[in-house]
């Protein structure tokens, strides 16, 4: 004999249990509410921070054009190197003047390096060739390289002021060498 399952209870729910999820859906829909406003604040926040730190820029600092490079006792003839890298300049003494030549190259402003075993500067980007005094020779540099404005201080001290550069047609101008 084939019994059929009994038959489901069905119950009311009591008054208690459904006013308890009314409460409980009240608390979720507040702290909805509460994540929801807090994220507007936060994301308000952020962007007047953003706001306020553009008036703040970010800015390199480059150190001054003018700087003192020692006396002019202190090169030989020749050219001398020894400020390539921090200042972006060669110091040349020749037997009656004293003059700076800026490392930058005419061609696309790459910075030449000085072959002394070739007595002249080589551009490695594109093959331009200065020669001791930075007059091109070969290549593709347009010019010669630029001089720095050079000058004697009250010390004696030789003065560099990179701010000012005279092209080939100034070399002979007061301030683009010093007299030895």
Request: proline share 9%.
């Amino acid at each position: 004999m084939k019994t059929s399952p009994p038959a489901p209870i069905e119950r009311e729910a009591p008054a208690a249990e459904v006013a308890g999820s009314s409460s409980l859906t009240e608390t979720v829909n507040k702290l909805r509410r509460r994540l929801v406003w807090t994220s507007i604040w936060g994301f308000l926040a952020t962007n007047f921070l953003m706001f306020l730190r553009f008036f703040f820029p970010r800015a390199l600092f480059e150190p001054s054009p003018v700087f003192r490079i020692g006396y002019p006792s202190d090169f030989s003839l020749g050219v001398d190197t020894r400020f390539q890298d921090q200042y972006r300049i060669w110091v040349v003494r020749t037997t009656d003047r004293l003059f700076v030549i800026y490392a930058r190259c005419t061609h696309l402003g790459c910075t030449p390096l000085w072959s002394p075993s070739e007595n002249k500067f080589k551009c490695p980007c594109h093959g331009s060739g200065y020669d001791m005094e930075g007059i091109n020779f070969e290549g593709p540099a347009p010019r010669p390289m630029d001089r720095a404005k050079v000058e004697l201080d009250a010390e004696g001290q030789i003065v560099v002021d990179v701010s000012r550069l005279y092209t080939s047609k100034e070399f002979n101008e007061p301030g683009a060498y010093i007299p030895l």
